[in-house]
Each structure stands twice: as structure tokens, then as C-alpha cells.
């Protein structure tokens, strides 16, 4: 057992304060690591003030970690003290389902155990998250950071990074290919670096004109203002993919008239409230497709970092301190991030 000092939120009311407790002592495959950096998901804020009605109290959030190795269980063959390493978003699976068993773990039949507001399946213990000084992760969970990466830039990779990544892969993002990613926030500004190293064709739609040049500098070969029908209408029946990660409802069917026959849109984005039903006849007619995807297995996870290693790919982030994270996620609230919160945990190691 070791002390670890963390933060956390005591109900849905309360901001979020100093609080410490001690991680399990190591099992035979577990992995403890100092973190480092852990990345501010928009989750992170609907788990505190629990919006989604499943949240269990007091929560430690924190799902977009680096660290590094500092003790290791007994049979534990993949990492040694002193490695570089990540979590993300899960810590444990059946590892027995269909989905397990094709290293797709975040679709577990039983459901996988998240990093935190989780249940571990011995124990029974409720998860804490990486807004804490040490993680205690059985190894098969724990990811390898690719040396030369900025270790706070990588963080965001372990939720944002898959959940653009994993889309992208699975519907073919590469040369020959037109691609549209719908938002630049945490995501979108992922999904544009990304498809562009894929070697997509990369349009970026946005409300905002003052995102242009941005968009250009992240990777984006075009830039289409979503609110303008004549833009949008220049690139009807055109794209073969569409990654949708806007956040609020919004309507589909403007996004879903831009696809080629069998084209597919696919959302990532948890908007609080369901989107507007698209037209049937939007798909029906071009045998198109509208999908949804949640992050990526530990494989694809692992695939997602080395990718972005040979590419020299991290998220464009503001660092903060632990004591800032009240005023980070109201500026969040405000879309006032560029791109992505990472928080610098040495001030609770010291």
C-alpha cells in the first residue's frame, strides 16, 4: 500500500479539493507508476457534477495519464522501473467475451472497468482516476510512450487520440480518401492531425471563421464555415468519411448530404441531449451510413502511440497545475482551451 495524493470531487456540488488514500498494494501483474501528466476530458466535468446520473462519490477523475514505472508485481513481464508508460480510459475487462477476445476491450460484453468511477472485479472497490500522484494498473492494461514525444503532449492522446484514431482506422482514412472532421476542440484538432498523416484529403467544418487559419496549421487542406449553405453545398455527395465530434445537438442531415454512395459519418462526440433524427431518405438514397465508435482496444491504443511516435504527432495542450483544475474546467465550460488541458502533477509529489 502507498499513500497517494489526489483530487477529488466529494458530491456534485463540491469543487474539487485535496484528498489522500492508499492504492492496493501491487498483485502479482500489476504496474504502479508515479503519473506525471493526466489530460482534462470533458467526461472528467460530467463525472464531477454528474450529469450523467452514474457517478459515485467521491470521484478522482482522470483518464489521460503518463507516467512512469516505479514498482512492479512479481510476474510482470512487460514494463520495468523506470518506463515511460500510459493509461487511458479502461483498467481491467472480462478478457473472456467475444470483444476481449478480439482485443476490442472497450466494447466488453460485461463492460469494461474504467480508470475511474469504475468497479474493480476483485476487489469491488469504486476506481480513482489520474488527478492523483501514483496508479496502481494491472500491466495488460499500461501502454508504452513512444520516446521523443513530449510526455505532457501525449497525454490527451490516451482518450482523445484513440477516439479520433480508432474511427479513422476502422473506415479506411488514407490516399485517395476525402475526409471531414466536424468540430476542432479536443477532439477535432486530433482528427485533423491524424487523417493527415493517414494521408487523407482533411476538411475541417466549423461555426467559426476564426478557426481557419488554425485548422490550416493543425493539417487541414480545406476549411468549410458549417453555417454557410453555399459551402457546403459546393462539397455535397463528395466525402467518403465524416468524423463528427461536436458535442451539442446539432442537426446530421446537412453532414450526411456531403457523403458519397456508401459513404459513412461517424460520431464520437456525447452530446447531453440526442441529436435530431437525420432523414431516412438521406441514407437510403446514397446507401449511406451513420455510426458511432468509443476510444479503441489496448492494441489499437499501443498502434495509436507508435503511429503518432513515427509521425512526431502530440496534442496541442495548456498546462496547468492541480490547484488550477476548478478554473480550467469552467474555461473548458467556455470552450476556452487550446485544445486540451493537461495537468502537471509534481506539485502533489512534493
Request: charged share 20%; glycine share 10%.
Amino acid at each position: 500500500m502507498n499513500t497517494t495524493y489526489a483530487y477529488a470531487a466529494k458530491d456534485a456540488q463540491s469543487p474539487l479539493a485535496p484528498v489522500q488514500f492508499e492504492r492496493r498494494a501491487l498483485r502479482d501483474h500489476d504496474v504502479q507508476m508515479e503519473v506525471l501528466f493526466c489530460g482534462v476530458c470533458h467526461s472528467d466535468l460530467h463525472q464531477v457534477r454528474d450529469e450523467w446520473r452514474n457517478s459515485i462519490f467521491p470521484v478522482v477523475p482522470g483518464h489521460e495519464i503518463v507516467g512512469k514505472v516505479t514498482a512492479v508485481g512479481p510476474q510482470v513481464t512487460r514494463y520495468k522501473v523506470g518506463d515511460r508508460v500510459g493509461v487511458g480510459c479502461m483498467v481491467d475487462s472480462c478478457r473472456t467475451c467475444p470483444s476481449c477476445t478480439e482485443g476490442l476491450e472497450q466494447y466488453c460484453e460485461t463492460g469494461f472497468v474504467a480508470t475511474y468511477n469504475g468497479v474493480d472485479r476483485e476487489s469491488g472497490e469504486i476506481t480513482l482516476g489520474g488527478y492523483s500522484s501514483t496508479l496502481v494498473v494491472d500491466e495488460s492494461f499500461v501502454l508504452r510512450v513512444p520516446e521523443g514525444l513530449d510526455a505532457a503532449g501525449v497525454a490527451p492522446l490516451l482518450c482523445a487520440g484513440i477516439t479520433t484514431y480508432s474511427p479513422l482506422r476502422q473506415w479506411g482514412a488514407g490516399p485517395g480518401k476525402k475526409v471531414g472532421i466536424a468540430g476542432l476542440g479536443g477532439l477535432g484538432h486530433m482528427g485533423v492531425k491524424l487523417a493527415r498523416a493517414m494521408g487523407a484529403h482533411v476538411v475541417l467544418f466549423t461555426t467559426s471563421p476564426s478557426k481557419i487559419d488554425d485548422a490550416k496549421r493543425l493539417g487541414a487542406h480545406e476549411v468549410v464555415i458549417s453555417r454557410n449553405p453555399d459551402e457546403m453545398a459546393a462539397h455535397a455527395n463528395s466525402f467518403d468519411f465524416i468524423l463528427n465530434t461536436v458535442a451539442a445537438q446539432h442537426d446530421l442531415n446537412p453532414f450526411l448530404n456531403l457523403l458519397r454512395r456508401d459513404g459513412t459519418m461517424t460520431l464520437v462526440g456525447a452530446p447531453e441531449h440526442d441529436h435530431p433524427s437525420p432523414q431516412v431518405f438521406n441514407l437510403i438514397f446514397k446507401r449511406r451510413r451513420l455510426a458511432g465508435s468509443l476510444i479503441g482496444g489496448i492494441a489499437e491504443t499501443q498502434e495509436m502511440l507508435d503511429f503518432c511516435g513515427k509521425h512526431g504527432i502530440t496534442s496541442d495542450i495548456e498546462l496547468i497545475q492541480i490547484q488550477e483544475i476548478n478554473e480550467a474546467y469552467e474555461r473548458m465550460l467556455k470552450s476556452d482551451v487550446k485544445y486540451r488541458f493537461v495537468i502537471d502533477l509534481a506539485s502533489l509529489r512534493q
